[in-house]
């Protein structure tokens, strides 16, 4: 690929953002770079003193229909899309006035904001952008010939080329932004055609668009061999993605991933009703508490699995404050994410150099709509996001015995976390914080024995003279298919379950539960995540 430097005679601007607008028109008018421009953005340029052409005065047309129509001209596109060394191209050109526009800045209409906003129906119509995709894409498939900018942040570059070219742009430059501007186009319409889908309530539309805006690319993805970036969605829900990082090493994918795991876990936690802690490793929790305070539930939390909690993710939903983060920092912790942080706690946190804290600004929603994606071979797999709430769920009693008030309140606590943890999943509560947990093993059997494993672990850990899966209760993701699995729980210590319910033995479960004394609700909800 050469150089094929492009000069710039000729440039037409037209930005809903404006930053850094005015320092850019005077170093492309020192240039010697004729302006053209469109409404809003014409009057700014104008205002400073610089020569302006108002694109009216290019079309022959005046702006239109509320500024609709404007820029949908021959004269405009003609000038983007003409290949300046092809000879029926310039004789269109020269019989019709259309001179050549070699660089195009255009920042589209704020659809995506003005839907976080709130806005009417109307009003998110009125901000859809129909001159600036076509121009952005015209000017992009032109790009041997032309250069487009879709955001400030590429000003620089524009100008640093200008500098030393000459007043020109290498292909290398407008090829990638070519590759950026069609990236931003189709963001952009899939911003818009997901919001179409919800406002209309189509689950599932003949073509589905994701797109996003690139955070930071990563160093490597899951394994060093793997390359990965992080990227913002339109979904502009609390957590990782935008949270503040004050302090630490750059986050890595697994990092990303199992902060992620953990804040969507804490956000089941109403902070209004309790302190809570949840530890993650490997995207699983291996704690999870609430106390009356945050050190008190960081420290039920980390005893459940102190061996795995080493190198782990905690998400706190309250302010993080001093004495949390001084016994944090006891153990070699990864991240801490949470709403918010005093300053002491920060001060604090700032003397483990390494260790990242995330400050998210509120908790995500448990009961939010959304939704998640993940590929597959040739495809991907779109589905709603989980949005059952224990506090929504209707408890049925199925058992001779009904639970006491104490086990009905750990059984609510159990299955808000099972929520959170990978299929099969087994997990064994008691006074509020996770004494046991089994994750993502083939067999539902496996996960109790394994949950009730880390429990005596825990228990040899914490001196204790029996593991607190004694009189704990039990909550499973999804129904027992058989009675096995629940009897490996109550030999554990279990005194009552909360499942889904569902399964064709439920009436053999049932009567196991019944014969061992065991008090069982169904939730009707199932929670698998796989």
Known sequence: MTDHPRRVTRALLSV??????????????????????????????????????????LTGFPEMMDGRVKTLHPK???GLLAIRDNKEHAEAMKAHGIAPIDLLVVNLYPFEATVDKGASFEDCIENIDIGGPAMIRAAAKNHDDVAVVVEANDYKAVLDELAANNGATTLKLRRR????????????????????NRQLEIDAPDFRAFGGRLIQSLRYGENPHQTAAFYATPDKRPGVSTARQLQGKELSYNNINDTDAAYECIGEFDAKRTAACVIVKHANPCGVAEGSNLVEAYRRALACDSTSAFGGIIAMNRPLDADTAREITKIF??????????????????GKKNLRLLLAGSLPDPRAPGLTAKTVAGGLLVQSRDNA????????????????????RDLKFAFRVAKHVKSNTIIYAKDLATVGIGAGQMSRVDSARIAARKAQDAAAELKLAA????????????FFPFADGMLACIEAGATAVVQPGGSMRDDEVIKAADEHGIAMVFTGTRHFRH
């Open 16 to 57: 809903s953002d404006k930053t850094g607008l005015i320092e850019f028109a005077k170093a492309l008018a020192a240039h010697d770079v004729e302006l053209v421009s469109t409404g809003g953005t014409a009057k700014a340029i104008a205002a400073v003193g610089l020569k302006v052409k108002d694109v009216s005065d």
């Open 76 to 78: 405009v596109h003609g």
């Open 177 to 196: 932004l070519a590759a950026k501007a069609y990236a931003r186009t189709g963001a952009y319409d899939a911003a818009i055609s997901n919001w179409f």
């Open 333 to 350: 912790t990864e991240v801490i994410i949470a709403p918010d942080a005093t300053e002491e706690a920060i001060a604090i946190i700032g």
């Open 389 to 408: 709430v224990v506090d929504d769920m209707t408890f049925k009693i199925v058992t001779k015995r009904a639970p006491t008030d104490a086990e009905m």
């Open 467 to 478: 593991p607190l899966t004694k009189g704990s209760v039990v909550a499973s993701d999804a």
